[in-house]
């Protein structure tokens, strides 16, 4: 059972810190995509639906920080959490999701427990792939190494882990499909 601690929350958002100061806006983006595109899945009960409303989720992170928008003393994951549940609430509403959010939205603290029941679903289905697959997902997806670093720790290219991912994420999309 995966148990969420507060250093590791910590070490988290100071790696996400850093890299939204470094301009690494994508990667940034990428640490979360997972999660956010599983998330997604799990609340519209429907694959298809959840990938459209998980890429309009990081087209709206996207555009809130390459505009340069930034929420002092909020955390980037809680950010994220509270800009994919206003995303699922607009799908739900029959509102559309594919554009930008309103420029008076204020975020708060999030409710911890959607994040936890997103993470360890996203855990249960890293959980089910083939070994390799798996230990690149979790360094990657869960522990947010770049794919160079988990390459060095896994001893083996970037280009294998690169091939890893892809097959990995075609996977847990069947396994995401097959939770349906």
Not at 2 to 8: D, G, I, N, P
Not at 80 to 107: C, N, S, Y
């Amino acid at each position: 059972m995966l148990v969420l601690s507060a250093s590791s929350s910590d070490h988290d958002d100071a790696r996400d810190a850093e890299l939204l100061a470094d301009g690494r806006i994508e990667r940034l983006l990428a640490r979360y995509e997972l999660v956010i595109q599983a998330r997604c899945i799990r609340e519209t009960k429907n694959v298809h639906d959840g990938q459209d409303v998980a890429q309009d989720v990081m087209f709206r992170l996207f555009r809130e920080f390459h505009a340069g928008k930034r929420y002092a003393g909020i955390p980037y994951r809680v950010v994220v959490h509270q800009v994919t549940k206003w995303t699922l609430a607009d799908f739900f509403a029959g509102r559309r999701t594919d554009v930008p959010l309103p420029d008076d939205l204020e975020i708060r603290e999030d409710d911890p427990g959607d994040r936890v029941v997103s993470e360890l679903w996203l855990h249960e289905l890293v959980a089910q792939l083939p070994e390799a697959e798996q230990a690149a997902c979790t360094l990657v997806y869960l522990e947010g190494l770049s794919p160079e670093q988990a390459a060095e720790r896994l001893g083996t290219t970037r280009n294998n882990v690169d091939q890893r991912l892809f097959h990995a994420r075609k996977r847990l999309r069947e396994l995401m499909d097959d939770d349906d």
